[in-house]
Every structure is written in structure tokens, then in C-alpha cells.
């Protein structure tokens, strides 16, 4: 499977700058922006893309990556919450809890701490990687991404 697509003709440094930024602005999360993610993306895409073929589609690729990441998010914590919470309140609901009932609920945190850092790693080097290849005038095709915006 390729993971990098050649736009017909080769776009201008403006271009490529604008498409770059598209995906470094993902990072905005880093410092505190509440869905920054996707707001940074959606922005600068918004801004950017009617330029040409290049940053549109560049654009789309980032926001479909940052919104498949948060329902990955979402579901790991649903399913990491259910498997913590479900052993600890089955003990609580019985007259005499077992303190074991609580070592059952420690596969559920683990999920979902190390689950969600994995996946915060996973998205900051693919965001790297496709700022660079945009820089150098491809469009990066992020594994895992499902295709909202097309």
C-alpha cells in the first residue's frame, strides 16, 4: 500500500508551506488548545484550501487522521472505563466485597493509560512525518484513517 501520492503537477513552496502548516497545527493540542487537533487543521484547511489541489487535499488528510485519532481516543476510553469500573462496582454492590474483585479492574487502567499514550505517540510521529513529506510536495496518506471528509 503506498502511503505517499503525487499531486500531477509540482506545488509551489507556498504551497507546501501552507499544507505543512495544516498538519503541524494538529500539535496546537500540545499546548492547551481544547481540540486543537482538529481546529488547527480545520482552520488552516478552511483557509488554504480553494488554493489549489495540493493543500485540499493535504488538508482533508489531516482532519480525517485527527478525527479518526479522537474516536480511537473515545473507544479506548469507554472500553478501559468499562473493564476498570465494572470489577470494582460489582464488589461494592455485594455485602462483602473481596479486595481481589479490585486487582480484576487493573487490566481495564492499564488500557486505558498506556492505550491512550500509545496512541498520543502514534499521532505526534505521524504528524511529524506528514509535515515533512508535505514540505517536500506529497501528500501522506496516515495508516488507520477513516475517510470522513472526502
Known amino acids: 500500500m503506498e502511503t505517499l501520492t ?4 509540482k506545488p509551489t513552496s507556498e504551497e507546501t ?8 497545527s494538529a500539535l496546537s493540542s500540545l499546548i492547551g488548545i481544547p481540540f486543537g487537533s482538529i481546529v488547527g487543521p480545520l482552520i488552516t484547511w478552511m483557509i488554504w484550501r480553494a ?33 476498570f469500573l465494572s470489577p470494582v462496582l460489582s464488589a461494592l454492590a455485594t455485602e462483602n466485597p473481596n479486595p481481589i ?3 480484576f479492574s487493573l487490566p481495564g487502567l492499564w488500557i486505558l493509560i ?8 502514534f499521532r505526534i510521529v505521524l504528524i511529524l512525518v506528514a509535515t515533512i ?6 501528500v501522506f496518506r496516515y495508516p488507520l484513517t477513516i475517510r470522513l471528509i472526502k
Open 51 to 83: 488554493q489549489s489541489k495540493f493543500v485540499d487535499e493535504n488538508g482533508k488528510e489531516a482532519l480525517n487522521f485527527n478525527l479518526s485519532i479522537l474516536l480511537y481516543q473515545i473507544l479506548l476510553v469507554i472500553i478501559g472505563l468499562i473493564l
Open 114 to 121: 498506556s492505550g491512550l499514550g500509545l496512541l498520543s505517540l
Open 133 to 138: 513529506k508535505a514540505g517536500n510536495g506529497d
Open 6 to 9: 503525487k499531486i500531477s503537477q
Open 101 to 103: 474483585s479490585i486487582i
Open 17 to 24: 508551506s501552507h499544507a505543512a502548516i495544516i498538519h503541524i
